[in-house]
């Protein structure tokens, strides 16, 4: 579950860029207030958590019809185009900036100091400088956080891996989200006595040599929440079949994919979470919003992919199959 705030989780069709709005009553002589959302990439994480947003706010009656609109914007994963958009959505002086993903909330909080921020899909506030503490982040922003279950996940490896020695990872460090990440990730591998390597990728186009270039390497591939990786995770895929090495994911999308497992959060449930929060600012009149707190997913769900496990040459503990929430 998320903390702090419940209600409905729509799955359904994917809404790109539209005209959605608003929240309480309508009123034909109020002036129309925009929302401008700046995604900073396209991959299936940060889709769920939209698409679980707008479906979530178009529940709440963000429409049109009283008195929203929403202006959607998608960097390609170009931070200097993420700033760009910011700077735009300041200019064009929409009343709120929605942001997916930390190089987007990171513009976002940049280009404005006065227009609320409301930031999802973040792996650490703190550590990325979108946030003074979780509880009270401060200024003009707030949001969501996605960050994953860490310590579920490596002891995972370890247990259906038990002769693992060393783990590859492959990051983008430009990605303040993945040093955050890592933060995390490092104590938790060294605890389970497990050594890492760390491959550096600029763009997901290198994730491809960069797999490779781990065979013969490591025992196993963990990805972490790293937007670079999860937007190529296909290829970490194919590289780990053709050479049976044990990849692990942090999300569910990259198991259904062709992960072995993981412990991970539910994206539509996180977009959700912070469409409520969208609604909470604008439904409450709520002026210092760096006063509301963080929300945090807490509630993670194991997935199995049983035929990556085969094809990787892993076996799957009955066990642990009848815990899972979902065996593909």
Same mark, same amino acid.
């Given at each position: 579950?998320?903390?702090?705030? =419940?209600?409905?989780?729509?799955?359904? !069709? !994917?809404?790109?860029?539209?005209?959605?709005?608003?929240? #309480?009553?309508?009123?034909?002589?109020?002036?129309?207030?925009?929302?401008?959302?700046?995604?900073?990439?396209?991959?299936?994480?940060?889709?769920?958590? @939209?698409?679980?947003? !707008?479906?979530?706010?178009?529940?709440?009656?963000?429409?049109?019809?009283? #008195?929203?609109?929403?202006?959607?914007?998608?960097?390609?994963?170009?931070?200097?185009?993420?700033?760009?958009?910011?700077?735009?959505?300041?200019?064009?002086?929409?009343?709120?900036?929605?942001?997916?993903?930390?190089?987007?909330?990171?513009?976002?909080?940049?280009? =404005?100091?006065?227009?609320?921020?409301?930031? =999802?899909?973040? =792996?650490?506030?703190?550590?990325?400088?979108?946030?003074?503490?979780?509880?009270?982040?401060? #200024?003009?922003?707030?949001?969501?956080?996605? @960050?994953?279950?860490?310590?579920?996940?490596?002891?995972?490896?370890?247990?259906?891996?038990?002769?693992?020695?060393?783990?590859?990872?492959?990051?983008?460090?430009?990605?303040?989200?993945?040093?955050?990440? !890592?933060?995390?990730?490092?104590? /938790?591998?060294?605890?389970?006595?497990?050594?890492?390597?760390?491959?550096?990728?600029?763009?997901?186009?290198?994730?491809?040599?960069?797999?490779?270039?781990?065979?013969? @390497?490591?025992?196993?591939?963990?990805?972490?929440?790293?937007?670079?990786?999860?937007?190529?995770?296909?290829?970490?895929?194919?590289?780990?079949? /053709?050479?049976?090495?044990?990849?692990?994911?942090?999300?569910?999308?990259?198991?259904?994919?062709?992960?072995?497992?993981?412990?991970?959060?539910?994206?539509?449930?996180?977009?959700?979470?912070?469409?409520?929060?969208?609604?909470?600012?604008?439904?409450?009149?709520?002026?210092?919003?760096?006063?509301?707190?963080?929300?945090?997913?807490?509630?993670?769900?194991?997935?199995?992919?049983?035929?990556?496990?085969?094809?990787?040459?892993?076996?799957?503990?009955?066990?642990?199959?009848?815990?899972?929430?979902?065996?593909?």
């Amino acid at each position: 579950m998320i903390k702090g705030l =419940t209600g409905t989780i729509f799955t359904g !069709m !994917m809404l790109a860029a539209l005209f959605l709005t608003g929240c #309480g009553e309508s009123d034909s002589s109020a002036k129309m207030k925009t929302i401008g959302i700046n995604q900073y990439m396209e991959h299936p994480l940060l889709e769920q958590a @939209r698409e679980g947003m !707008m479906l979530e706010l178009n529940k709440l009656g963000i429409n049109e019809q009283n #008195g929203y609109k929403i202006i959607y914007r998608n960097a390609g994963g170009d931070q200097p185009t993420a700033v760009q958009i910011s700077n735009q959505l300041v200019n064009q002086k929409v009343d709120m900036i929605v942001a997916i993903a930390t190089p987007a909330a990171q513009s976002a909080c940049k280009a =404005t100091k006065t227009i609320p921020v409301i930031y =999802t899909t973040i =792996t650490d506030p703190v550590a990325s400088g979108l946030a003074d503490s979780e509880n009270a982040p401060g #200024g003009n922003k707030t949001g969501v956080s996605d @960050r994953w279950p860490y310590d579920k996940q490596i002891a995972l490896i370890k247990k259906l891996c038990p002769d693992a020695k060393t783990v590859g990872i492959i990051l983008n460090p430009s990605e303040s989200n993945s040093e955050a990440s !890592m933060k995390y990730i490092r104590p /938790e591998l060294k605890k389970n006595g497990l050594k890492w390597l760390e491959v550096p990728v600029a763009n997901s186009s290198e994730v491809m040599g960069a797999a490779r270039s781990l065979v013969g @390497r490591c025992d196993a591939i963990y990805s972490p929440p790293d937007n670079t990786v999860v937007a190529a995770a296909s290829t970490l895929v194919k590289v780990a079949n /053709e050479n049976k090495i044990p990849f692990f994911a942090g999300n569910v999308s990259t198991v259904e994919l062709g992960a072995i497992a993981t412990y991970g959060n539910n994206y539509y449930q996180i977009g959700a979470a912070t469409a409520r929060l969208i609604a909470k600012v604008f439904k409450e009149n709520v002026k210092a919003v760096g006063s509301l707190p963080v929300i945090v997913d807490s509630d993670a769900e194991l997935v199995i992919n049983r035929s990556a496990a085969q094809k990787q040459g892993v076996k799957i503990p009955e066990e642990l199959l009848k815990q899972a929430k979902k065996v593909y």
